[in-house]
């Protein structure tokens, strides 16, 4: 129902439009000016009344994915456990989802894997855009030290109409740029049961 109420909304936009541009053209027309060219001035001028940020998100977003989106590991499990020989044996991941952590910045959140590992997440928006990049790393709680981190893009107000507010702009927004999202969500379960407990 929400939805149609939205398609009767940009159809009346629509109209409206077109009213615009019709009258905008007659003026011109009637006072000596280039009619094509204020035809256009009133396109423009009503698609960037409701789209101003479509092209610029869209660029910013394949600007983002050409440049910062990647997949990094520094140190496997199996890599840490010829380290820390005796100690993967003792993690066990929480019998219970423990509720996501503020880190210290409070920049981001942070999933708790088990006693010795979690996953920290943080998101840089630019101002006016819906971008996110996202930088999720897996850390070792005591250490400090990443073991691997990931660098994803998305953008766009979220799925209509549960998303942010604006999300009935659909039309902003591309794919979210997610390289190996499989093997990344591979690598945290991998640390997350690195003390050997069913997958």
Request: net charge positive; hydrophobic share 40%; charged share 20%.
């Amino acid at each position: 129902m929400l939805g149609l109420v939205v398609v009767g909304a940009i159809a009346a936009y629509l109209l409206v439009s077109i009213i615009v541009l019709i009258e905008t053209v007659s003026w011109a027309r009637k006072h000596g000016r280039n009619a094509k060219r204020w035809g256009w001035g009133a396109v423009l001028f009503m698609y960037l009344l409701v789209a101003w940020e479509q092209i610029p998100t869209y660029l910013l977003h394949k600007y983002y994915c050409a440049t910062a989106v990647g997949y990094w590991v520094y140190k496997t499990p199996e890599q840490w456990k010829a380290e820390n020989p005796g100690v993967a044996q003792t993690l066990q991941p929480p019998t219970k989802n423990l509720p996501r952590y503020q880190l210290v910045d409070h920049e981001g959140t942070g999933d708790i894997l088990n006693e010795r590992f979690a996953e920290e997440s943080r998101v840089f928006s630019p101002p006016l855009l819906p971008v996110a990049v996202v930088h999720d790393v897996v850390v070792d709680r005591q250490t400090g030290e990443v073991m691997a981190r990931s660098v994803t893009v998305s953008s766009g107000y979220g799925q209509f109409p549960s998303g942010r507010r604006n999300s009935w702009k659909v039309w902003v927004g591309a794919d979210t740029c997610w390289p190996k999202g499989s093997k990344i969500r591979s690598l945290v379960r991998e640390f997350k049961y690195i003390g050997g407990c069913s997958k």
